[in-house]
T-cell receptor
Framework: AQTVTQSQPEMSVQEAETVTLSCTYDTSESNYYLFWYKQPPSRQMILVIRQEAYKQQNATENRFSVNFQKAAKSFSLKISDSQLGDTAMYFCAFKNTGNQFYFGTGTSLTVIP | ETGVTQSPTHLIKTRGQQVTLRCSSQSGHNTVSWYQQALGQGPQFIFQYYREEENGRGNFPPRFSGLQFPNYSSELNVNALELDDSALYLC??????????????FGPGTRLTVL
């Protein structure tokens, strides 16, 4: 069975600083997708960034980038130049070839002015 | 916002009852997934529908069932409600081929309380 682990329940960062959120996963499959989702307080979950396992190059979306280590089954999210609007719950998620999705328990990020 | 809507926003039921939750996908999206999110937890995958057929299922009992309609709206039905079914139910739509699933767009959720 696939599992996704986020070992940091809560984190905080000063505005304009950089923060890294950790995620590890367990799977025996070689082809899969990884995602980071953001869930602001009382608002809809939105996709932050995605990574296909067959791509070695780390995905980047503006201030958001990932460090994908396939052998270590690690998928961390780096947020650069943190902004107040980045305050949210962040979920790491995994999708297998059977179209099943697995989410971690989330990391609550607070950006401090 | 994502263009995905869900109804109702909140719902209160009693144990043993049945409930139907509804989701309207983003225009043109042919795939919908449903999730259960307990308080303080990550979403748990219930199932996914692609072109009106179930296309993947998580570890949920058969009393959780779904439908997807030709206009790509969908329903989640839960029979014989239990107290542990109290949660936020999320739907997410995407545009998928038979090969891969594209980005999911989540709705705001339906908060179900079972008393």
């Amino acid at each position: 069975a696939q599992t996704v682990t986020q070992s940091q329940p809560e984190m905080s960062v000063q505005e304009a600083e950089t923060v890294t959120l950790s995620c590890t996963y367990d799977t025996s499959e070689s082809n899969y997708y990884l995602f980071w989702y953001k869930q602001p307080p009382s608002r809809q979950m939105i996709l932050v960034i995605r990574q296909e396992a067959y791509k070695q190059q780390n995905a980047t979306e503006n201030r958001f980038s990932v460090n994908f280590q396939k052998a270590a089954k690690s998928f961390s999210l780096k947020i650069s130049d943190s902004q107040l609007g980045d305050t949210a719950m962040y979920f790491c998620a995994f999708k297998n070839t059977g179209n099943q999705f697995y989410f971690g328990t989330g990391t609550s990020l607070t950006v401090i002015p | 916002e994502t263009g995905v809507t869900q109804s109702p926003t909140h719902l209160i039921k009693t144990r043993g009852q049945q409930v139907t939750l509804r989701c309207s996908s983003q225009s043109g999206h042919n795939t919908v997934s449903w999730y259960q999110q307990a308080l303080g937890q990550g979403p748990q995958f219930i199932f996914q529908y692609y072109r009106e057929e179930e296309n993947g299922r998580g570890n949920f009992p058969p009393r959780f069932s779904g439908l997807q309609f030709p206009n790509y709206s969908s329903e989640l039905n839960v029979n014989a409600l239990e107290l542990d079914d109290s949660a936020l139910y999320l739907c997410a739509s995407s545009l998928a081929s038979s090969i891969s699933t594209d980005t999911q767009y989540f709705g705001p959720g339906t908060r179900l309380t079972v008393l």
